[in-house]
């Protein structure tokens, strides 16, 4: 099975420093691809600050956001998150202009 890791820059979302609220809702993208990601990553100001393992997505029904995905997960254990911030400068080159949500295969980083 092909697995993947979803990267977000979470700069403009980041309130009161809640990494995690920040990486895990609202974000326009694949609904395709949910099945298939291991880890989502918070990338604020070109580094990776923070990884969760989603085990759940929700699509949100009405309102502005309506369409957008979140997930619900927990922390990815320090060797991961210190493994993707080996490997950031990677990371970073699969956003394109603008873009906010990038993907990346997990066997490229292994």
């Given at each position: ?60 029904e ?40 990038a ?8």
């Amino acid at each position: 099975m092909k697995e993947e890791i979803v990267l977000f820059k979470i700069h403009k979302g980041l309130k009161d420093r809640d990494h995690y609220e920040a990486t895990r809702k609202h974000w326009r993208m694949s609904k395709k691809r949910i099945d298939y990601i291991k880890y989502a990553v918070g990338i604020n100001q070109g580094k990776v600050e923070c990884v969760y393992q989603p085990t759940s997505w929700v699509v949100v029904e009405e309102g502005e956001l309506k369409g957008r995905l979140q997930f619900e997960g927990s922390e990815a254990s320090s060797d991961i998150i210190h493994k993707l911030q080996r490997v950031q400068d990677q990371l970073l080159k699969k956003f394109g202009a603008g873009n906010p949500v990038a993907y990346i295969s997990l066997s490229e980083v292994e």
